[in-house]
């Protein structure tokens, strides 16, 4: 059976104030950045790098909740960090070094004291896993009361890092975010970010990720349309998936993100959709996505891939690079040893350059 290749736009049918004036700051070559297993302040489990880190721009400080010395003016300073940064796609990530009393609830409620707002994500868990992390930064110490006021900034994408005084007046650290990752001059953004715009969906781990800046950034996407209650093309597809999954070995999650997503999101929970993630053995890198209808339905328009019955759903494999702007579409039905060969051509695209 032959594949069809299309470009995307002819499957869419569319195209608190320091004590010094500024803060000092520490490059760090080649830093490294582990994947411990934690869990954030609702309680869900992250991966750090790959779900917090990877692909992005971070400001990291440490704290405690029992803290009462720098830590909650460590708090308000990136609550108001956060509000200079409004517009920009920069994460901030705060690190229980006191594990073993900082409960997500703690965490939650340290949180709410200085008006969290989406984008900071809080993160605690097993000492042990914790102890790696802070060791792994350069920020460990035995005892939680010495520890000092220091914020890490990055760019991973760039591979840029610094660490800054935690208590410099947070327009200063806006300004560090802002030299060690410029804001793209409008006539360099993306295409696709243009094009797709960043609607947030939800995955099958219930957290809400935005479609293009946390799924597609930097990265090659090969999309289906599927829906859980589904007996016919669905499990074809995604027993086709999980053979791409294991075609792309750990370049999953690094390089390339297998992104499923459900036609019918009053249905299918993320509940639902981590059940037939297992059903396919999904490692890290294949999301199973659902949200609000009107926020699916934007996004599945965008792609081509709307049906208004869940079984009218079309059967492809969108495949797009973000690197080089390059996409084809694939047969979803075909052989998977008809369909690896277009989406090598995508992944290994190196694009005009």
Not at 94 to 111: F, K
């Amino acid at each position: 059976m032959k594949i069809s290749i299309l470009s995307l736009a002819l499957v869419a049918g569319l195209l608190p104030a320091a004590a010094q004036t500024a803060p000092e700051t520490r490059p760090l070559d080649g830093l490294q950045v582990p994947d411990v297993r934690l869990v954030d302040q609702d309680g869900k489990p992250v991966r750090f790098y790959t779900d917090l880190v990877k692909g992005r721009v971070v400001a990291m400080n440490f704290v405690f909740t029992t803290c009462t010395t720098i830590c909650p003016p460590m708090g308000a300073n990136f609550a108001k960090l956060q509000k200079l940064l409004a517009g920009r796609e920069v994460r901030l990530i705060s690190v229980s070094i006191d594990p073993a009393n900082d409960t997500p609830e703690r965490l939650q409620a340290w949180s709410r004291k200085f008006g969290r707002g989406p984008g900071w994500t809080l993160v605690t868990g097993d000492r042990e896993e914790v102890d790696r992390l802070l060791k792994a930064l350069g920020v460990y110490t035995a005892a939680i009361s010495d520890h000092s006021p220091l914020v890490l900034l990055g760019d991973d994408v760039r591979h840029r890092w610094t660490r800054a005084y935690g208590l410099a007046p947070p327009n200063q650290l806006a300004s560090l975010i802002a030299q060690i990752s410029p804001p793209a001059h409008p006539a360099a953004e993306s295409p696709a970010r243009k094009y797709f715009g960043d609607v947030k969906l939800i995955d099958q781990d219930g957290r809400e990720v935005r479609f293009y800046s946390d799924l597609m950034r930097d990265k090659t996407v090969i999309i289906n349309a599927m829906f859980t209650a589904c007996t016919g093309a669905c499990p074809v597809m995604s027993g086709t998936m999980e053979k791409i999954q294991a075609h792309l070995g750990d370049r999953l999650g690094r390089d390339v993100r297998l992104l499923s997503i459900s036609v019918d999101p009053v249905h299918d929970t993320p509940a639902r959709l981590k059940e037939q993630a297992a059903r396919f053995h999904a490692k890290p890198g294949w999301y199973f996505l659902t949200g609000p209808k009107e926020n699916v339905e934007a996004v599945l328009r965008k792609l081509g891939q709307w049906a208004d019955e869940p079984a009218n759903h079309q059967t492809l494999f969108l495949i797009g690079n973000d690197r080089t702007g390059l996409w084809k579409k694939a047969f979803a039905l075909a052989p998977a040893d008809q369909v690896l060969p277009v989406i090598d051509s995508v992944v290994d695209d190196k694009g005009a350059g």
